[in-house]
């Protein structure tokens, strides 16, 4: 891998409260992804679950409990950054995802951090 120059991956966004994409790796990409952030902007604890899912057959995968990455909660008003060792997370297949859920919509934002090769 070439040097990366490591930019935002998009603007922050709401975690649902049910499992869906929170970042989709494009086709023809290799994404490295160095940091998530997630902020939970409400006044109570929040709970957190983040999965890595591969692809299915080129389509967005569903995902799995073995897939989980981590799960956390927030408490209000907290801001933690998961930062990752080397080039990063590395996503090298279109649609190959990181899903998250909340117990409560619209109320934990995530950032990614990282570097793509196109």
């Known amino acids: 891998m070439a040097s990366n120059q490591y930019i935002n991956l998009g603007a922050p966004a709401w975690i649902t ?4 994409a929170i970042y989709t790796n494009p086709s023809s990409t290799t994404t490295y992804i160095r940091a998530i ?10 709970k957190i679950t983040v999965y890595e899912v591969p ?4 389509a967005v995968g569903t995902y799995a409990a073995n897939e989980e990455m981590f799960s956390y909660t ?4 907290e801001l933690i950054a998961d ?18 859920i909340c117990d409560t919509a619209s109320k934990v934002t995530v ?6 090769n196109a």
Not at 17 to 20: D, F, L, T
Not at 37 to 46: E, P
Not at 55 to 58: D, F, L, Y
Request: proline share 4%; hydrophobic share 35%.
């Open 55 to 58: 692809n299915n057959a080129g």
């Open 37 to 46: 952030r997630y902020h939970n902007t409400d006044t109570v604890a929040h």
């Open 17 to 20: 409260g049910s499992v869906a």
């Open 74 to 77: 927030l408490q209000p008003g």
């Open 111 to 116: 950032k990614f951090i990282g570097a793509i």
């Open 83 to 100: 930062e990752i060792c080397g080039p990063g997370l590395t996503l090298t297949g279109v649609n190959d995802t990181i899903q998250a």
